[in-house]
């Protein structure tokens, strides 16, 4: 755990190393820009017509021929303009831009795998990926990397897609009529033949004369990515000097992580939508530096009027109103803009779920999250609202699946909770509970396909119909074609189970008739909790005593989870139980990743014991300052806590790891009981209120003297695990 904030540390220092606003370019620098996830957001944000202004400024400064402009993936599908056209209408307006460079995410291949290579065909741009092989020629699909010539400065760039988009687009897409895969993305061997596919690529391109090597990869970053990452593909190759990447929508204007061989390599990211320009800047001399551009406001008055032109074409069926809504229906949560659909129910993913199910008149319906792609607005509801909601064209079905199939459908698409999971399960007809603390035992073949679960499921508790799951029962599910017929999510298992009814109505169709139909044409109070109406309950810790929604859940799911903390019994926390300096220092000692002390407690203390649980702790804390014993001889290791000792421990252990105090921090609080703080307590006091790791009792008292509590304990940990403090 020291690692972790020593690296937290390090990054805050890299991010604050780059300045917020734009860096200039000189004369004989290339300039390279990017971006990726667009998602058909043709006019958000900068939008089209200002990455074409901004491209042009950037030629007037270093020359016409010193910028490139690439995309990283994900360009021709995501709201309504891509699903009209598939795809053309994103096409003819990245041609109109003036794109160098793409390399296909998993999105590129929605509107299938013929239509894929038609929209790259009608490019402009050079199309590059490394890794999409033909089986049947055992070739890459496109270049691995192409070489551009700057004059002083040779660039290759190689081009990798994730193999993901075996999972995150449609399975079927890569098989042939008999459902063997005909294409792949070299995702074998726990990610060795990814690395080895990209690896040949850069080799090839520096044998070649490149200078240096650009890594465009619709990769992305995340636990759930791995092996194929993008920081897993650093990890295990050579030779690239910089990373532009896509896929996770990640917004990284420039970290640093080492490649095989130990050597720096930078990774950058533009977010989605348009909402910044990547750009990578290089040297005559081949030094690399990359920004973000978020705020330029500029436009390109050939582009704007090309947009325009395609929007108005489209703008009378895409505004007409066809329902409307008296509650906002929701994908992001209102209070912070964090995507929600993924991770939780809400309210929109209900809607979905029950036009399904009810249009269909199935038991249950299921619809993934990544499916359901945009908030509406309370109001009137267009054609453009619902396409954004459902813009990939699905299409209703319904299968007779088992009881057990059901389960094992929901523990695959649970497998990353609390983590985004593009398959994560709306539902209708049913509820489920999810333990995120129990680990998830999903097993998947190395297309990321369901195999089995080998362990405890995470799903419990799940009711059909107001009865418990039937695992020998064959019920009624409506969904759509993605899952049920091609393995969408890579669930596999209802490709061959009894198809009822057989993609009757486009998804946004389902919707729209749902809202006018079965509801009369208005959202109304039904769907007015944003959060869902409790058909799936997120269950974070083992306890009984852990109240849902409590002040100190999160916490102690945190705690628990990463070993910091145990019950009290297997399914008490105890919360309010007073928390021991023992047992305090014993948990400073685990997030410090549990060093090793060579001092026996004994010869510290006459009353810890060296076969005591915390023994190795005690030792620890006193060796490093952390704390000391309340005599010279004795630690009084059962002593409940107060919070003022809590502050000055913790205060304490921030010096340890290297973080230093912050020098601005007050040393006095605004309590109105801080003379009852001890003075020797009063700095820490101060320090912890003035950084977030502590409050008060209430809003105008510290309450010094106040034993603290173990549910206080694991706030404390939680806020304390993820602090970032400049170092001295």
């Given at each position: 755990?020291?690692?972790?904030?020593?690296?937290l540390?390090?990054?805050?220092?890299?991010?604050?190393?780059?300045?917020?606003?734009?860096?200039?370019?000189?004369?004989?620098?290339?300039?390279?820009?990017?971006?990726?996830?667009?998602?058909?957001?043709?006019?958000?944000?900068?939008?089209?017509?200002?990455?074409?202004?901004?491209?042009?400024?950037?030629e007037?400064?270093?020359?016409?021929?010193?910028?490139?402009?690439?995309?990283?993936?994900?360009?021709?599908?995501?709201?309504?303009?891509?699903t009209?056209?598939?795809?053309?209408?994103?096409?003819?307006?990245?041609?109109?831009?003036?794109?160098?460079?793409?390399?296909?995410?998993?999105?590129?291949?929605?509107?299938?795998?013929?239509?894929?290579?038609?929209?790259?065909?009608?490019l402009?741009?050079?199309?590059?990926?490394?890794?999409?092989?033909?089986?049947?020629?055992?070739?890459?699909?496109y270049?691995?990397?192409?070489?551009?010539?700057?004059?002083?400065?040779?660039?290759?760039?190689?081009?990798?897609?994730?193999?993901?988009?075996?999972?995150?687009?449609?399975?079927?897409?890569?098989?042939?009529?008999?459902?063997?895969?005909?294409?792949?993305?070299?995702e074998?061997?726990?990610?060795?033949?990814?690395?080895?596919?990209?690896?040949?690529?850069?080799?090839?391109?520096?044998?070649?004369?490149?200078?240096?090597?650009?890594?465009?990869?619709?990769?992305?970053?995340?636990?759930?990515?791995?092996?194929?990452?993008?920081?897993?593909?650093?990890?295990n190759?050579t030779?690239?000097?910089?990373?532009?990447?896509?896929?996770?929508?990640?917004?990284?204007?420039?970290?640093?992580?080492q490649?095989?061989?130990?050597?720096?390599?930078?990774?950058?990211?533009?977010?989605?939508?348009?909402?910044?320009?990547?750009?990578?800047t290089?040297?005559?001399?081949?030094?690399?530096?990359?920004e973000?551009?978020?705020?330029?406001?500029?436009?390109?008055?050939?582009?704007?009027?090309?947009?325009?032109?395609?929007?108005?074409?489209?703008?009378?069926?895409?505004?007409?109103?066809?329902?409307?809504?008296?509650?906002?229906?929701?994908?992001?949560?209102?209070?912070?803009?964090?995507?929600?659909?993924?991770?939780?129910?809400?309210?929109?993913?209900?809607?979905?779920?029950?036009?399904?199910?009810?249009?269909?008149?199935?038991d249950?319906?299921?619809?993934?999250?990544?499916?359901?792609?945009?908030?509406?607005?309370?109001?009137?509801?267009?054609?453009?609202?619902?396409?954004?909601?459902?813009?990939?064209?699905?299409?209703?079905?319904v299968?007779?699946?088992?009881?057990?199939?059901?389960?094992d459908?929901?523990?695959?698409?649970?497998?990353?909770?609390?983590?985004?999971?593009?398959?994560?399960e709306?539902?209708?007809g049913?509820?489920?509970?999810?333990?995120?603390?129990?680990?998830?035992?999903?097993?998947?073949?190395?297309?990321?396909?369901?195999?089995?679960?080998?362990?405890?499921?995470?799903?419990?508790?799940?009711?059909?119909?107001?009865?418990?799951?039937?695992?020998?029962?064959?019920?009624?599910?409506?969904?759509?074609?993605?899952?049920?017929?091609?393995?969408?999510?890579?669930?596999?298992?209802?490709m061959?189970?009894?198809?009822?009814?057989?993609?009757?109505?486009?998804?946004?169709?389902?919707?729209i008739?749902?809202i006018?139909?079965?509801?009369?044409?208005?959202?109304?109070?039904?769907?007015?909790?944003l959060?869902?109406?409790g058909?799936?309950?997120?269950?974070?810790?083992?306890?009984?005593?852990?109240?849902?929604?409590?002040?100190?859940?999160?916490?102690v799911?945190?705690?628990?989870?990463?070993?910091?903390?145990?019950?009290?019994?297997?399914?008490?926390?105890?919360?309010?139980?007073?928390?021991?300096?023992?047992?305090?220092?014993?948990?400073?000692?685990?997030?410090?990743?549990?060093?090793?002390?060579?001092?026996?407690?004994?010869?510290?203390?006459?009353?810890?014991?060296?076969?005591?649980?915390?023994?190795?702790a005690?030792?620890?804390?006193?060796?490093?300052?952390?704390?000391?014993?309340?005599?010279?001889?004795?630690?009084?290791?059962?002593?409940?806590?107060?919070?003022?000792?809590?502050?000055?421990?913790?205060?304490?252990?921030?010096?340890?790891?290297?973080g230093?105090?912050?020098?601005?921090?007050?040393?006095?609080?605004?309590?109105?009981?801080?003379?009852?703080?001890?003075?020797?307590?009063?700095?820490?006091?101060?320090?912890?209120?003035?950084?977030?790791?502590?409050?008060?009792?209430?809003?105008?008292?510290?309450?010094?003297?106040?034993?603290?509590?173990?549910?206080?304990?694991?706030?404390?940990?939680?806020?304390?695990?993820?602090?970032?403090?400049?170092?001295?």
């Open positions: 755990m020291k690692k972790k904030l020593l690296t540390l390090l990054v805050l220092c890299v991010v604050l190393s780059v300045p917020t606003a734009a860096l200039a370019a000189n004369e004989g620098d290339i300039v390279v820009l990017f971006t990726n996830d667009v998602h058909c957001a043709v006019d958000n944000n900068i939008g089209y017509a200002g990455l074409a202004a901004y491209a042009a400024d950037m007037a400064e270093v020359g016409a021929e010193h910028v490139t402009l690439v995309d990283a993936g994900d360009a021709v599908q995501g709201a309504a303009l891509g009209l056209s598939e795809g053309e209408y994103i096409i003819d307006i990245m041609n109109e831009v003036g794109y160098d460079i793409m390399v296909p995410g998993n999105h590129e291949f929605d509107y299938g795998m013929a239509r894929m290579m038609e929209l790259m065909d009608m402009d741009a050079t199309v590059l990926s490394s890794n999409f092989m033909d089986l049947t020629t055992s070739e890459t699909v270049e691995p990397y192409t070489l551009i010539d700057y004059g002083a400065i040779q660039v290759a760039y190689v081009g990798i897609s994730t193999p993901e988009s075996f999972t995150k687009s449609t399975p079927k897409y890569f098989q042939d009529e008999a459902g063997n895969y005909i294409y792949s993305f070299c074998g061997n726990d990610g060795a033949d990814l690395y080895d596919a990209v690896q040949t690529a850069v080799d090839d391109a520096s044998a070649k004369g490149a200078d240096v090597i650009v890594a465009v990869g619709h990769c992305g970053v995340g636990a759930e990515i791995a092996p194929w990452q993008s920081t897993d593909i650093i990890a190759t030779g690239i000097d910089v990373f532009i990447d896509g896929h996770s929508h990640s917004v990284i204007a420039g970290e640093t992580y490649n095989e061989n130990g050597e720096d390599v930078i990774l950058t990211s533009s977010g989605t939508g348009l909402e910044n320009i990547g750009k990578v290089i040297t005559a001399g081949g030094s690399v530096s990359t973000l551009i978020s705020d330029y406001t500029e436009k390109d008055e050939t582009v704007d009027a090309f947009v325009k032109n395609i929007q108005t074409e489209n703008e009378a069926m895409l505004n007409t109103v066809v329902a409307s809504t008296d509650v906002p229906l929701i994908v992001n949560d209102p209070d912070t803009g964090n995507r929600l659909i993924r991770s939780q129910e809400t309210n929109l993913g209900d809607l979905c779920a029950d036009a399904y199910r009810k249009l269909l008149g199935a249950v319906a299921v619809v993934n999250g990544g499916g359901i792609r945009a908030d509406i607005p309370a109001g009137d509801i267009t054609y453009n609202d619902i396409i954004s909601v459902h813009p990939f064209g699905n299409s209703a079905c299968i007779e699946a088992t009881g057990q199939e059901i389960l459908l929901l523990e695959m698409m649970a497998r990353s909770t609390p983590e985004e999971c593009g398959g994560f709306q539902v209708s049913m509820s489920y509970e999810i333990h995120t603390y129990i680990p998830s035992s999903v097993q998947t073949d190395d297309k990321d396909v369901f195999q089995g679960v080998t362990g405890e499921y995470r799903v419990k508790n799940v009711m059909i119909g107001g009865e418990p799951i039937d695992l020998d029962k064959t019920y009624t599910l409506a969904s759509h074609n993605y899952l049920i017929k091609n393995g969408g999510d890579g669930y596999a298992e209802f061959d189970n009894k198809l009822l009814q057989d993609e009757v109505m486009i998804d946004n169709q389902v919707l008739t749902y006018v139909q079965e509801l009369g044409g208005v959202v109304g109070s039904e769907y007015a909790a959060y869902g109406q058909r799936i309950k997120l269950v974070k810790t083992p306890f009984d005593d852990v109240a849902a929604g409590s002040w100190y859940e999160d916490a799911s945190y705690v628990y989870n990463e070993g910091l903390m145990n019950g009290t019994t297997d399914t008490a926390f105890s919360p309010e139980q007073s928390i021991s300096r023992a047992m305090f220092v014993t948990m400073l000692y685990r997030l410090a990743g549990m060093p090793d002390v060579e001092t026996s407690a004994s010869s510290l203390f006459t009353d810890c014991g060296d076969d005591m649980w915390y023994a190795d005690v030792v620890w804390a006193v060796e490093n300052d952390v704390t000391t014993g309340l005599t010279d001889t004795t630690f009084v290791p059962d002593q409940p806590l107060t919070r003022e000792q809590m502050a000055v421990f913790i205060y304490r252990y921030i010096e340890y790891m290297g230093g105090y912050n020098a601005d921090a007050p040393t006095a609080t605004d309590f109105s009981d801080n003379d009852a703080i001890q003075s020797w307590a009063v700095e820490a006091v101060a320090f912890c209120s003035e950084n977030g790791l502590m409050g008060g009792t209430t809003t105008t008292t510290f309450d010094p003297a106040l034993t603290a509590s173990r549910a206080m304990g694991a706030v404390v940990l939680e806020r304390l695990a993820s602090l970032e403090i400049d170092a001295e």
